[in-house]
């Protein structure tokens, strides 16, 4: 049998807290504080008002706790809210309704494979706190009221990170961006789709090939892309392909991608060879005007730029589109 929660950290229920609430004084008061205040925070009042939770009350929900919060979609994860910190992590999963169009959020959440059954709740829109609470053992209707609370206490925009883009965090959740891949056979087809392909929404193609040893292609090489100034590669394209793979299964691309899905057009970012989880890893060499500069030399990192393929950005079956990927020395 479920406890009913009477503390949780610094955001204690007070006895009448449910009559406060259910008389909407939190939501008035609220309004009042935030009069005025962009369309994202005016969203989150409607908590108050037994409205219904998207991501950015995810996000938060997530600081309040202190727990990792992972959205799930169509078998991957979407989102990561918070840091690993040894409490047991929350996963839930939106069902976008057959009925939803273009960006629209209409939808249901639920546990992630459903292993945990959801709490009951007789209030409409409690979905989102039902899949939460039924993981942590608290009731849908106490999370709702720790949010408000911590709203209206704490101030919406401390709670968020000024790194947080709220319009992005309220819009949908888009596709676009994904890699699925389990071996380096995988990032080789996402690698070569990207070199012929053409990027979302300037149509540009891909060079990642350009940032490789090989002499079967004449134009797509290290060798002839390190004529117009020096360029890094590795030594072969099966190096390029492996240390791709499992570049792409770190959390830094995890959270590249999941910024391309909340609507960025062009991500980039530099991964360290300690968070890339294959040792030894290949090497790479600095190449200028067609010729090797010094000895190969050991990966310090690699630098992936990720968009969407073209016309694919709400495809949530599309693999990410690599504009470029090249090792750094």
Request: charged letters at 20%; glycine letters at 6%; one cysteine or more.
């Amino acid at each position: 049998m479920r406890t009913r929660v009477k503390v949780y950290d610094d955001f204690a229920l007070r006895k009448n807290e449910r009559l406060i609430f259910s008389n909407n004084v939190v939501a008035e008061r609220i309004d009042r504080n935030l009069n005025g205040k962009s369309r994202p925070l005016n969203n989150i009042i409607d908590q108050s008002k037994y409205g219904p939770a998207g991501l950015l009350h995810a996000f938060i929900l997530s600081k309040i706790l202190h727990r990792r919060l992972n959205v799930w979609q169509n078998d991957r994860i979407v989102h990561m809210f918070g840091k690993p910190n040894g409490k047991v992590e929350i996963d839930i999963e939106f069902i976008r309704s057959s009925r939803a169009t273009g960006l629209s959020q209409l939808g249901h959440w639920i546990v992630h494979n459903g292993s945990v059954p959801p709490t009951k709740s007789s209030n409409h829109n409690d979905c989102f706190y039902q899949a939460v609470g039924s993981q942590i053992g608290i009731d849908p209707l106490d999370l709702r009221l720790l949010l408000v609370r911590a709203m209206r206490h704490h101030g919406i925009t401390k709670l968020i990170s000024s790194s947080i883009n709220p319009l992005a965090m309220m819009s949908a959740m888009r596709g676009g961006a994904c890699y699925r891949g389990s071996n380096p056979s995988h990032a080789k087809m996402v690698l070569d789709d990207s070199q012929v392909g053409r990027c979302h929404p300037e149509g540009y193609h891909g060079h990642p090939r350009m940032h490789a040893y090989d002499e079967s292609d004449n134009h797509a090489n290290v060798q002839s892309y390190s004529y117009s100034r020096w360029r890094s590669g590795f030594l072969s394209r099966n190096d390029q392909n492996l240390v791709c793979h499992y570049a792409l299964i770190t959390n830094t691309a995890r959270y590249l991608m999941d910024a391309l899905n909340n609507g960025s057009n062009k991500e980039v970012r530099h991964i360290g060879h300690s968070e890339i989880d294959y040792d030894p890893l290949p090497q790479a060499q600095i190449w200028d005007r067609g010729n090797k500069e010094r000895d190969p030399g050991n990966l310090r990192s690699v630098c992936i730029v990720g968009k969407h393929f073209l016309d694919q950005q709400n495809n949530f079956n599309n693999n990410i589109f690599i504009l470029t990927f090249y090792p750094m020395l």
